[in-house]
């Protein structure tokens, strides 16, 4: 019995060939994902740990890789305190830090470099070693900067910049004079290799003091090497005891520890994402394989039963059809992994293209990869194949051995009931999101989608024969007889036909369900723009953090400029959370007029105002102070004298700018809004903003129209990245069109050569062919726009806090239509010319 089972298997290349691309497809994205995420992983651990020292001074609530979002702060610490750290027993060596944020490298030619993706560190040179004895950078060419104009870049930075050692490195700072210029003398890297696509500018400790201190001879941190013998316990222990209020001293593994932690949560998003289309693809596949066995075992009807009728009992054959199934699932994932490690590189190639650069090294197959990749291979594959295979094993050897006979199916009533059943079910979930149950609102729906999107895939048969039935009544007016055998080629097995077109549903519901999600976030971005900002134009960072107020400075002379508001966004601490403030000048009122719940928008001194949701959230109220913490210990206790509705133009927590610096902040500008002087010409004044910021790429200057855009813009980089991952889901379902073609041609070989013997041509025989796989294209399409317009919709009401807009996809919907149709054309390509090439008297003397 063995011995024939794989003898079927290799008289049956070409037919399990193409089931085999669906699992090579799903395996090769799960096993690609994991790669990618692997190494992701261990590109940041090996940067994070080669680069951390045994303990750190710091001052209190400082957050590890927060990337300068909430601004610099002038906590320092004098050389005294080096020198009394030095003096410790427990501490072998202290080197003074100076860490900077908002310093931006130019190309040489003006133009940014980095800056939308990893961020770019500014810090001081130092040899201090990590935890683990080494350096923490290493030099791979030239020489340490020493000089107060000289820099050390890392390769990717000197490469996207254009730059080599010995050329004049141009440079913007977060502070003071914007333009700088600095002589680059050494080319270096994080040790662990790369830098994750971070840009490293490395400068002497005085050219950092000058750019980020204010010229004074202090640091903003301290790194700590534990003497032999010390733990870092005992290192931070004793550090603790000797540094100045407002700071204190850390372990390395606690810093390392916060530091994966915020990189993880990054990372984790991405991980998440890439996995849940790794899941799709596998789903997919599965629809093909229990299609592709379901037609093989009813075209080996009539031999499954000789072989019950010369002895073999219905277990042997169900294990004979199962076995064919795993050594197809074993070389099909085997390929799939090796073709996974191909699709890594290549997203990572992808993601470097955005600045987030990942070490090849740290791209390698691992013994968990390879294993989950076998499990859900083979898993997948005997799962899809085992109702196929019982099904054949019940083969009735008498019945089956008749010449005439087919293969009975049962009644579609009870699987319409159950399937019925789920539907509702499925709409109990959504429901239940929608009228607010307890938990995520979209949580609710998205379980009774998926619910939705499985019972339509088993139910297809029967919820798209209308579908079926017009296309067969329109192909036969436009197409004659070749029209109408096609719907009726695809009406006689609605099962099959439903479950081909299945994998396309999936694939397309996704795709319009994220459609009418990403066309209700532009309509939403479109209406918030045009009501809440009332600036004639917007200037601002493009990677969100602040910049020089230079920027402003310049702006503000510019003739045609009437107000001008300048905010500084800025992190704190309320009730144990880390949150965002927003610091506002007194020009705010003068442009933006919100919506007052209670009290007053405008504030002085100690005050405050709050969004609606925030005060809800923390069950504040007019009158109330709020106990906001900073870096180093700094509090600000301003009092709340106005709740506004929630809006895009003002923080949680809006403070008067000047504040912030009592609280230690920097000062710089995060956002500046403008407003012309009445009578202004406004292209002439846009131009004169532009001009007075091109000094400085990166900050953007945007009208309402401009910043709309330019928020889309982001949305649809994120759009077009989801359809391209998705695009596997339909290339999957392709196949598996091909394949049911392929497989119903071999089954009705007899048929086709009648229908050429009886006169028709080759021609009409391709269209019959290509008007079938267009018809089971077109299936999955309406079954999947109708789904994902559903469940679109759903969920823009469960977000319409964040989607407060519902926007249809009307367009994109025709543009699915299309795709499916060609989709159609592409699948019947093959089989139709197959077809068309049988032998008329070979075909029809098939049994």
Known sequence: MLRLTLRNIFARKVRLLMSGLAIVLGVAFLSGVLVFSNGLSSTFDSI??????????????????DGGISGQTDQVLDPGVVADLSALPEVAR???????????????????????GAPTLAFNYHDGPNMAGEEALVLTKGAWPTGTDQIVLDEAAAKAGDYRVGDDVKLLAPFGTLERTSKLVGIAEFNGGGTAGATLLIFSTEAAQQLFVAGKDVYNRISLTAADGVTQEQLADAADKVVPQGFEAVTGDQVAEESQDAVGSFLGVINTFLLVFAIIAVIVGGFIIVNTFSILVAQRSRELALLRALGAGRGQVTRSVLLEAFVLAVVSSTMGIGFGLLLARGLAGVFRSVGLDIASDALDLTSRTVITSYVVGVGMTMLAAYLPARRGGK??????MRADSTVERASLRRRTLVGCVFLVVGAGFAVNGVLGAPGSDAAWIGVGAVIWILTVAAISSVVGKPVLVVCRSLFARLFGAAGRLAGENALRDPR?????????????????????LAASLNKSIDDVVDEQFT??????????????????????????VGVMSRQQFANAQFRGKSIYLT???????????????????????????????????NEIAVGDALDLGFQGGKKLTPKVVGVVEDTEVAGAVNIPIDQLAKAGVLRQDTTVSIAFTPGADASTVRDAVDDAAKSAPIVGVFDKEGF?????????????????????????????????LGLSVIERTREIGLLRAIGMSRTKLRRMITLESITIAVLGAVLGMVLGLTIGVLLQHSLSEELSSLGLPLGQLVVFLVIAVV???LAAVVPAIRASRLNVLDAISTE
């Open 48 to 65: 994070i740990y080669g680069s951390t020292p045994d303990g750190a001074v710091r001052a209190q609530d400082t957050e590890e890789f």
């Open 94 to 116: 202290a080197d003074g830090d100076v860490v900077g944020f908002g310093m931006s490298l130019l190309a040489s030619d003006g133009t940014l470099v980095g800056g939308t």
């Open 395 to 400: 083969a009735a050897p008498v019945a089956a």
């Open 496 to 516: 099959r036909t439903g479950a081909t077109a299945s994998a396309l549903m999936i694939g397309l519901a996704l795709v319009s369900t994220i459609g009418v």
């Open 535 to 560: 600036a004639d134009l917007l200037v601002q960072s493009t990677n969100f953090l602040p910049f020089s107020t230079e920027v402003g400075d310049r702006i503000a002379e510019v003739d045609g």
């Open 583 to 617: 610091g506002n000048d007194d020009n705010f009122d003068d442009i933006y007029d919100l919506k007052v719940v209670d009290g007053r928008q405008d504030v002085s001194g100690a005050e405050a105002f709050v969004t609606e949701d925030f005060a809800k959230d």
């Open 708 to 740: 709309a855009d330019e928020i889309r813009g982001q949305v649809n980089q994120l759009l077009y990245m989801i359809y391209g991952l998705l695009t596997l889901a339909i290339v999957i379902a392709v196949i598996g069109i091909i394949n049911t």
């Open 823 to 825: 989709v159609g054309v």
